[in-house]
């Protein structure tokens, strides 16, 4: 027993874990960049950036996403539990749906984000990017409900990119026809097949339980051959998420368990997210203290979407005020191959990009050969999307 | 059918225990319509009388006092409804099983009979210097504590005011109070008293009550705490009132009737009526809706936010923190009625007056704590006794004799239940008294024994806790109950708190609801 133990959980001198998808993946890589992801081994590039970016938005790229955390909440009290834990209201979401939601703390300061699957008003999955069972566990105290921790049992598959609804259909899973956005729906073989996705493109995730997965991939991949599919990396999925100006925690905010430094922490109107919290629900956790921000104006920062001058990607630049005075920092930048710009998502300090939104700029270093270049880069604030995708919302997904 | 009382009240007081009659009092003195709600029918919460045998009632737990101030006593105004204090301290006697007994008169110990002089100076000059650290830790006692909602510089001034002045006594106070704050009392006593059974006695005083033994880290806080009381003006005095604790309450309930309040009896509350996370009243078992647009609670913490209000309306946060209190029990309690007066073979009849520890030594007291750590009970424990009716003839009728037992170290959760525990505890407990005092046993003509299952269940305090929650370094002051809510608001608009569970703890002092009274004045000015 205490054998297997050590081999299973003392990761911290041990290789990374591998998903159900890591032998399949391997098999497509070139050149081996791995990256950590939740503890798993996650490929960073398959074979080639650019083409895999290209697969997303053109053909039907193969993501996988196994590494998620995942918690079922199942019980009487379901429903009521996720009210009383996430800022959107979970009596208004429709059975065989997914909504993308976040949960805060006592201070309204934001702990993760994830994506919400209701099954039935007392069957749901919340699928996110921190590992939330402590919370989730004290959150529950006088509820009716069992939360099960099923990250290593399920596994997950993204497929998008405009014909990635052909290839499902070919592999077989004609039922994903009629699904609109954030709808899901379950195959005979058990698959939890939703049309959601992280790229903004049309597109489909697949959840699984771990034996599954050979099979599912074979089938998929099988159905791809001549519809273009291609595995992908997560710096491709980075470009096309940021094109779609989604935001993932610890990266473009940090999450409040997280954070060393109090002024780190973010409320959801900081991150762009106040459209998503629902002051109209009785109760919510963080709700009074959300009130109370709201009521005295007390957020400090604004979340924005920013269009760049010039072609240089501008990660973790610092933006100006007049060039002169510190007012944010680029959380995530690329260059827009779709939109063929180069953009980026920011942080900045309340006024500077809410009521001041000109006279911005971007200090971008570029490594040329061994020599620095420095430049200065306006920038303007947009709204997001930058890439809107008519694809992406049309039911039938093939209709024109 | 509900019934729902519209809002002619001001404040809604729950629970007449001393803190709510005296934050009750307090409020109705401002001239606030105050409505006090009571589970029971009695006033007085854990001091509260109860009949202990054939309709004979008295206070069932508590037996002398500690800790009320003079201060509380004034705006209480106990003097005007009979409260009789002064002349009226009762001496300590500890003793051990071969009878061997030391007596510690005057306040806590001014004259100590039974050691050598020797001791007695040590003890003299520790005294002192115990006695002035708790005056430090004292001028805290009537205040809000400061928390994130509670942070006025000249609250945050009397820190500072307290640190220059512990600085100006000279480098060796300042340093000693660093050095032993921390310190167990059994290292402290060690260091400096010779006799053991002054030693065992301040070992018990220093932990009664809560679940640390002698050599615990920390636990000299809690003789620290003993000695910071004063009754009336007289530093660490330990005081019998006339006519017992029962009078006590009863001036408290008749000064709270005098100043206005209106009490009800037989209302248990079910749960506070909150909309949009403001108090709005309460909603009592029977249907019953009180509505006011203040509600102070003072029974227990554990009561008030897991039951009044649930879990499930409580941010994850404060649960986390709420869920960590420390509230099961330690202290039981036996009351006795005798046939005739206790004669013992070692004290004379005049002893029988006196507060009488059986806490032998420090290895003794600290044996006993260690079974409570592994939910056992402890052979031979750790008690103290005091004859009410002996102390106060007015106290009993004719011609029986009433003993008040209180029992350290008898935990709560026990392993083995305490269906099973409580005959052989009685009967440990029997057997030394027995011998200390011969044909004690045989004397009993009705007993009560009280386990902190009983005081739970009989007196609505969750875990039985006389503190309503562990009263340790780690929940004083800024810290009681928890952090958040140390100022006595809660993050449900309007809702207050009180009682032993806030600072400054249990004792019968009025100062949890005095407190609390204040900082609801001072938020409505």
Redesign the interface.
């Given at each position: 027993m205490k054998k297997d133990f050590n081999k299973n959980r003392s990761n911290f001198n041990q290789p990374l874990l591998k998903t159900p998808f890591y032998e399949m993946i391997a098999s497509e890589m070139t050149q081996g960049y791995w990256d950590d992801w939740a503890g798993y081994k996650a490929a960073s590039i398959v074979q080639d950036q650019e083409l895999e970016y290209f697969a997303i938005r053109s053909t039907a790229s193969v993501f996988d996403i196994s590494p998620l955390i995942k918690y079922r909440i199942k019980g009487k009290d379901a429903e009521n539990f996720l009210n009383k834990l996430t800022v959107r209201n979970v009596s208004l979401q429709k059975i065989n749906t997914v909504q993308y939601t976040m949960w805060c703390d006592d201070n309204g300061s934001v702990l993760d984000d994830g994506t919400l699957f209701k099954f039935d008003v007392d069957d749901f999955r919340i699928c996110c990017q921190e590992r939330n069972l402590p919370w989730l566990i004290d959150t529950s105290l006088g509820f009716d409900v069992k939360i099960i921790e099923e990250t290593e049992d399920i596994a997950g598959l993204s497929i998008q990119g405009p014909t990635s609804a052909s290839v499902l259909i070919k592999a077989g899973y004609n039922l994903i026809e009629k699904l609109k956005p954030f709808e899901m729906i379950e195959t005979q073989d058990k698959l939890l097949i939703s049309r959601t996705g992280f790229t903004g493109d049309l597109g489909y995730e697949i959840f699984l339980p771990n034996k599954l997965a050979k099979i599912t991939w074979d089938k998929i991949w099988k159905a791809g051959e001549n519809l273009g599919i291609k595995a992908i990396g997560l710096n491709a999925l980075n470009i096309a998420r940021i094109e779609t100006g989604f935001i993932i925690a610890n990266s473009d905010f940090i999450t409040s368990e997280h954070a060393l430094r109090n002024n780190r922490i973010r409320n959801p109107d900081e991150i762009g997210m106040s459209w998503m919290v629902d002051m109209t629900k009785p109760y919510f956790n963080g709700k009074n203290a959300l009130i109370k921000i709201r009521d005295k104006n007390e957020s400090k920062f604004v979340f924005a979407a920013l269009e760049i001058d010039g072609k240089e990607p501008a990660d973790g630049a610092i933006i100006y005020y007049n060039k002169k005075q510190e007012v944010g920092i680029i959380t995530a930048a690329t260059w827009s191959p779709t939109a063929k710009k180069s953009i980026a998502l920011a942080s900045l300090k309340l006024p500077y990009g809410d009521e001041i939104q000109s006279n911005l700029w971007v200090e971008i270093y570029v490594l040329r050969e061994l020599e620095y270049y420095k430049m200065m880069k306006k920038v303007i604030i947009v709204k997001a999307p930058f890439v809107k995708l008519k694809r992406r919302n049309i039911t039938p997904p093939l209709s024109k | 059918m509900q019934e729902v009382l519209m809002k002619s009240f001001d404040v809604i007081v729950v629970g007449a225990g001393h803190n709510g009659l005296a934050a009750s009092i307090k409020l109705a003195k401002t001239g606030r319509k105050v409505l006090l709600l009571e589970t029971s029918s009695e006033p007085g919460g854990l001091a509260a009388s109860k009949e202990v045998f054939n309709g004979f009632k008295t206070a069932t737990l508590p037996h002398i006092i500690n800790q009320l101030s003079s201060k509380a006593i004034r705006e209480l105004d106990l003097l005007k409804y009979g409260l009789e204090t002064k002349n009226y301290s009762i001496p300590t006697i500890c003793i051990d099983h071969s009878g061997r007994y030391i007596q510690l008169s005057g306040n806590y110990g001014s004259e100590i009979e039974g050691i050598s002089s020797l001791d007695q100076k040590n003890w003299i000059n520790l005294k002192k210097r115990l006695t002035y650290q708790s005056s430090l830790l004292k001028r805290f006692i009537y205040d809000s504590p400061i928390n994130k909602d509670n942070n006025k510089l000249l609250q945050k001034l009397k820190f500072l005011k307290a640190g220059i002045d512990l600085r100006l006594k000279g480098r060796e106070e300042f340093q000693e109070f660093f050095r032993m704050i921390l310190m167990c009392v059994a290292d402290v006593l060690e260091e400096e008293i010779n006799n053991d059974l002054l030693k065992g006695l301040l070992s018990f005083d220093a932990t009664l009550g809560i679940n640390l033994g002698p050599r615990s880290p920390t636990s000299l806080m809690g003789l620290l705490y003993k000695l910071s009381g004063e009754v009336n003006g007289e530093q660490s005095s330990q005081i019998f009132p006339k006519g017992g604790i029962e009078k006590l309450v009863d001036t408290f309930y008749k000064s709270a009737i005098g100043s206005g309040v209106k009490i009800i009896f037989d209302q248990e509350v079910k749960n506070l009526i909150i909309e949009n996370?403001k108090i709005q009243g309460v909603k009592t078992i029977n249907g019953k809706e009180y509505r006011a647009n203040k509600v102070l609670s003072s029974v227990s913490p554990i009561k008030t936010f897991f039951e009044f209000i649930?879990?499930?309306?409580l941010?994850?946060?404060?649960?986390?923190e709420l869920?960590s209190l420390r509230y099961k029990g330690n202290v039981s309690k036996l009351n006795l009625a005798l046939d005739q007066k206790p004669v013992s073979s070692f004290l004379d009849n005049q002893c029988l007056n006196s507060r009488i520890v059986y806490a032998p030594s420090i290895n003794h007291v600290e044996k006993k704590f260690n079974p409570s750590k592994y939910k056992e009970l402890p052979e031979d424990p750790c008690f103290e006794i005091l004859f009410p009716s002996i102390i106060d003839d007015d106290l009993a009728p004719n011609k029986i004799t009433t003993a008040s037992i209180i029992i350290q170290n008898t935990p709560y959760d026990l392993k083995a239940g305490w269906e099973k525990s409580k005959e052989i505890l009685y009967n440990s407990i029997l057997t030394r008294l027995d011998s200390l005092f011969p044909g004690l046993k045989k004397s009993i003509i009705a007993s009560q024994f009280l386990s902190p299952v009983d005081i739970e269940s009989q007196f609505n305090v969750p875990g039985g806790h006389w503190h309503h929650s562990e009263l340790q370094i780690d929940r004083l002051y800024s810290l009681r109950p928890i952090f958040k809510y140390s100022n006595y608001k809660t993050?449900i608009k309007n809702l207050y708190i009180c009682g032993a569970g806030t600072h400054p703890g249990g004792g019968i002092s009025g100062n949890p609801g005095i407190n609390a009274a204040n900082q609801i004045i001072v938020d409505e000015k």
């Open positions: - | 996370n649930g879990h499930k309306k941010d994850t946060g404060v649960l986390r869920k993050s």
